[in-house]
């Protein structure tokens, strides 16, 4: 995610010290609807591996309903926290970014990117073994570059997911591609909140911090590469019916890629500092624009309001570009603009709801519970310290699968941790912000696999070849995010071997900027 707006992100979560509600099981027991929904999300994605994301927004609507039953006294403070969750920046943060992404994607999908991406990459002879890798790497760039990893992966899934699909590229790799991109984005991008959010709370410095990270997130990087051309050797594609495939790639246009200028105006506008809304509305309406004047796409579209035939009104306005006639049991809006919002309505819920768990468990005091036992039962030296930071961001990423969130509510913990030992700032924020980046996209009920999820699911209704047994299960995703396992791994072993370790007194960090 992305944002330049930072004012209120270090205190969304705020910590008094002292418990608002109390439960019964005392202050651990504040945990138990994060802890439910967990459970819930592994059995529903792992065991029964369904992906349905309305049915993890079940599972949390569930886990709020029965944590009421362990509240001591009154249950009004319990219920007010679920309002003062769902109302937090950093949820509304990750809605916007889902709303606005969905919209550009399928507005560029509208007017053939895919057909021209298809064609440049069949023109340059990037064949199904290659197309993983390189669509890694596409989305690294982007995401580095508009700071967003939620918006790359709503856009890559749109677009480079059925092209290289198509192509004959393994599904579950690509989109594992897809995902890993995204994170080296998120990790790395001097724009992205979670590296805004990492450096604020340790006192670091925004552009320190992303030098000094640029050593690990490079590590991890390249030998993620690697293995994205080895397994893409490896691994086949799905088998499109007949001819369908060589028909399809032979058909392809180029005129489709004069949306690269819509992705540049996302990019620019963004580089630029510009707030990453701004940017990707400056997207949609170019995108818009080249869609009408290069015949690309209809205005309906991209905006059609469907209107009963027997209405008199809407036959006087019929004449419009946005206005269709359709029987009477018909009518509803359509289009790209509508399709590209609607599709994460359930994961906007979803979203909410999990960030009012997290405002459950810090008002109950689960957290400081948690972190007071760490620091001191378990973070006896500066190895033990630094290896609970990686583990504890780990902990804490499985309950609040939004990476920002989760980055916000354990950063207290490493700040207190890392004050104890002298740790420097930089390497605190490394350590917080590489494992909330890499995991927010590997945990199956995650915000950024599911986001990528919601956008596939839409992909039969935009082409009549992409099938439902196309779409890549949140659960078969997670051992193809190569990137985020390595970024994790190169931290964990940072960690027991106290390579890159610096202390307070090796390097001061410069002024903070926090807005």
């Known amino acids: 995610m992305s944002t330049d707006q930072t004012d209120g992100f270090a205190d969304d979560f705020e910590d008094d010290g002292e418990p608002a509600i109390e439960f019964y099981g005392g202050k651990l ?10 459970v819930w999300a ?86 199904a073994s290659l197309f993983p890798a390189v669509t890694f790497i596409l989305a690294g760039l982007l995401a580095t570059g508009i700071g967003t990893g939620y918006g790359t992966t709503v856009a890559f899934s749109a677009l480079f997911f059925p092209a290289g699909v198509l192509l004959g590229a393994n599904p579950a790799l690509l989109f594992g591609a897809i995902l890993s991109g995204a994170v080296f984005g998120d990790n790395l991008a001097p724009v992205s909140d979670t ?67 819509s992705m540049a105006a996302v990019i620019g506008t ?31 579209d991209m905006l059609v309001f469907q209107a009963s035939e027997d209405l008199g009104i809407a036959q006087n306005l019929a004449f419009l570009p946005f206005v269709e006639l359709v029987p009477a049991g018909e009518t509803g809006v359509a289009g790209s603009l509508y399709a590209g919002a609607q599709g994460f309505f359930p994961l906007i819920v979803l979203t909410l709801l999990i960030v009012a768990g997290a405002q459950i468990m810090i008002r109950g005091g689960g957290f400081r519970a948690i972190q007071d036992w760490l ?14 930071m990686v583990l504890g961001t780990a902990f804490v990423n499985s309950m609040i699968t939004i990476n920002t969130a989760a980055e916000i509510a354990i950063a207290p913990y490493i700040a207190r941790l890392g004050e104890r030992f002298n740790i420097n700032g930089y390497r605190r924020a490394n350590i917080l912000d590489a494992n909330t980046s890499a995991l927010g996209y590997i945990f199956p009920w995650s915000g950024g696999v599911l986001v990528g999820y919601a956008t596939l699911q839409t992909l039969p209704g935009e082409y009549e ?36 370790l610096e202390y307070t007194s090796d390097r001061e960090a410069e002024e903070v900027a926090r807005a």
């Open 270 to 300: 963004a580089v630029a500092g510009r707030h990453i809304v701004e940017a990707i509305s400056w997207g949609i309406v170019v995108a818009f624009v080249l869609n009408l004047v290069f015949g690309l796409a209809e205005f309906s």
């Open 195 to 261: 590296t805004i959010v990492s450096a604020v709370t340790q006192d670091a410095d925004i552009g320190g911090v992303v030098a000094s990270r640029f050593k690990y997130a490079i590590v991890a990087a390249v030998l993620a590469f690697v293995g994205y051309l080895v397994a893409g050797s490896a691994l086949t594609g799905l088998d499109i019916a007949g001819d369908a495939r060589e028909i399809l790639v032979s058909s392809a246009e180029p005129l489709g890629l004069l949306h690269l200028l």
């Open 42 to 127: 592994i059995v529903q994605s792992g065991v029964l591996r369904i992906g349905a994301t309305t049915g993890l927004v079940v599972g949390m609507l569930v886990a709020l309903i029965l944590g009421l039953f362990l509240v001591k006294g009154s249950w009004t403070g319990y219920a007010n926290t679920i309002f003062e969750g769902m109302t937090r920046k950093v949820a509304a943060t990750a809605v916007v970014a889902w709303l606005w992404a969905g919209m550009f994607a399928n507005t560029i999908q509208t007017g053939e990117f895919v057909s021209g991406l298809v064609w440049a990459a069949d023109a340059a002879g990037v064949g």
């Open 465 to 500: 070849w992409f099938e439902q047994s196309m779409v890549v299960s949140p659960i078969d995703v997670v051992p193809f995010v190569f990137h985020g396992w390595l970024l994790v791994t190169v931290f964990l072993l940072a960690a027991l071997t106290g390579f890159g």
């Open 375 to 388: 620091l001191n039962s378990v973070a006896t030296s500066v190895r033990r310290a630094e290896t609970t």
């Open 29 to 38: 027991a504040s945990a138990f609807p994060l802890v439910f929904f967990v």
